[in-house]
């Protein structure tokens, strides 16, 4: 049975219920799955603050690590990219070397950068070693343009206003689940 961290920082709520959605995905498909936030960054509270802190040294300890931020300027938040900073010593012992990966988004807009975020944090586990699974079009949802949805080949996203005024719909939740789904899907068919 493979086990899954679901890492996030969440500033508004929306990337904690896009981390619950790829919990219950990965839960789905069999995974031993926790989700822990990171460290309070950037002068704001965590949206739950009940959720358990990751540390660095217990990335180690998973088969897979799915992680989710808000966008900053087209990239990951500072909170979390300040955070994978940490990992250097995890990086130099090749801890991370084939663990499977993956990564989530929100941004308060259709066009204010989910796919550069995604990339962000997909550089930053592929330097970890670690293969990448994204959201692939079995989720077709992503494809639709009745409504305006998140979702990326590269990811499960949302979108969620300036002011964090939207919330995440049935589609990007979804999506999400989708990929927590297939991140332990293809964890376990590598660890069993």
């Not at 962000?120 to 077709?140: C, E, K």
């Amino acid at each position: 049975m493979a086990k899954v961290l679901v890492l996030y920082y969440s500033h508004y709520g929306h990337i904690a219920q896009m981390a619950d959605a790829i919990a219950e995905g990965a839960r789905g498909a069999g995974a031993t799955v926790d989700v822990k936030r990171i460290p309070d960054a950037e002068g704001a509270p965590a949206a739950r603050p009940s959720d358990p802190q990751a540390t660095i040294a217990e990335l180690a300890d998973y088969d897979a690590i799915v992680v989710g931020t808000g966008t900053r300027f087209g990239r990951m938040s500072g909170a979390m990219a300040g955070f994978l900073d940490q990992a250097g010593g995890l990086w130099a012992t090749g801890a991370l070397n084939g663990k499977v990966g993956g990564a989530f988004v929100s941004t308060a807009s259709q066009h204010g950068g989910q796919e550069t975020t995604l990339f962000s944090i997909i550089t930053n586990l592929l330097h970890f070693g670690m293969t990448i699974v994204g959201l692939d079009y079995g989720h077709a949802g992503q494809m639709g343009f009745a409504e305006v949805v998140g979702g990326a080949p590269y990811g499960a996203t949302t979108i969620a206003g300036g002011q964090g005024e939207r919330q995440p719909s049935k589609i990007d939740l979804d999506g999400a689940r989708y990929q927590g789904r297939r991140v332990a899907e293809v964890a376990t068919r590598l660890f069993g």
